[in-house]
């Protein structure tokens, strides 16, 4: 029976053994290298044991018996195959079906999914030369980058390989964006950097990066910010135009709307209202007043 947790990379069995499918196998065999070293087993996988030998006359008197120390060996061998094989999903158990001793499942499984040495020394030479290029990105967070940092340290340290942690800070403090410059010549400059644990780099960063945040405002919320004085800037000009030019209308155009009126109803009073008289067909009279009107007609 298996269980799957969100907490957890691999499914496990029900006594919480990690169930390798053919994926992430370096992390899978570094989980499993506790629970052999827990159970005094660890030996026995890595370096096996051997078959007792009946060649001498004591040997052979001893027909059928096996001594102490080979039935130690033997038992612990059963175990610690016995986890491999619970170990393991059941695609991939066909691939030991039949082996007998521990060490052999173990590299089988080795030589599989990690490769032979020569592979593994090419992917550990592939891995070094990601992190030496490892840069922190703009968008990234001082989490983020670790957490890349992290991952590529632990992929070379499953290929064998150990890793110093100055080697890791160095590499974190001379990769880390423009914007830290001025704390990190301040680390170097106050920290032995030789003897700089890691949590305590990662604090100075993280608390750095958070007093920074207080005074910078991100990227898009710059944005709408300046977009939102932008529409207020042209909302209080369009206040300003539509006062000024009710202020007009308050002043010379009502005088001109007076002198308007005075001329329409003098027009009125004549006759004229602006169009052509209808007698002689000219402007500037009104028909009333014409010189051709007819006297006896009542126009």
């Given amino acids: 029976m ?24 370096e992390y899978w065999s570094a989980q499993m290298e506790p629970i052999f070293i827990s159970q005094d087993l660890w030996d026995i996988v890595q370096e096996g044991y051997e078959d007792p030998q009946d060649e001498d006359e004591d040997s052979k008197k001893r027909a059928g018996k096996q001594t102490k120390e080979y039935k130690e060996n033997a038992k612990q061998n059963a175990s610690a195959l016995r986890i491999i094989q619970q170990a393991v999903s059941k695609s991939i158990y ?9 060490k ?20 550990r030479q592939s891995l070094w030369r990601q992190f030496d290029n490892l840069m922190m990105k703009e968008t990234d967070t001082i989490k983020d980058f670790h957490s890349r ?11 064998g390989d150990v890793m ?5 800070v160095e590499r974190i403090l001379r990769n880390l964006s423009s914007k830290f410059e001025h704390i990190v010549a301040v680390i170097e400059e106050t920290k032995d950097l030789a003897n700089l644990p890691m949590s305590e780099l990662m604090g100075s960063l993280i ?24 529409v207020e800037s042209k909302y209080a000009k369009s206040e300003q135009g539509q006062r000024g030019g009710n202020s007009q209308g308050r002043g010379r155009g009502r005088s001109n709307y007076r002198g308007n009126n005075r001329q329409n109803y003098q027009q009125q009073r004549s006759g004229y209202t602006g ?15 014409c010189r051709f009107k007819c006297t006896k007609c009542r126009i």
């Fill in 149 to 159: 940092v992290a991952e590529t340290v632990n992929q070379i340290k499953a290929t």
């Fill in 94 to 102: 066909p691939r030991i079906y039949g082996i007998k001793k521990a």
């Fill in 104 to 123: 052999e499942a173990w590299d089988v499984l080795r030589e599989q999914f990690q490769g032979s040495e020569k592979a593994i020394s090419i992917r």
């Fill in 164 to 168: 110093e942690e100055r080697k890791i």
């Fill in 207 to 230: 608390a750095h990066e958070q007093r920074m945040s207080r005074f910078t405002k991100p990227p898009l919320e710059q944005a709408f910010s300046s977009k939102v004085n932008m």
């Fill in 275 to 289: 169009s052509s008289c209808i007698i002689c067909k000219k402007a500037g009279h009104a028909t009333k007043d």
């Fill in 2 to 25: 298996t269980t799957t947790s969100s907490n957890t990379m691999f499914a496990t069995s029900s006594n919480q053994i990690p169930i390798f499918d053919g994926e992430l196998y």
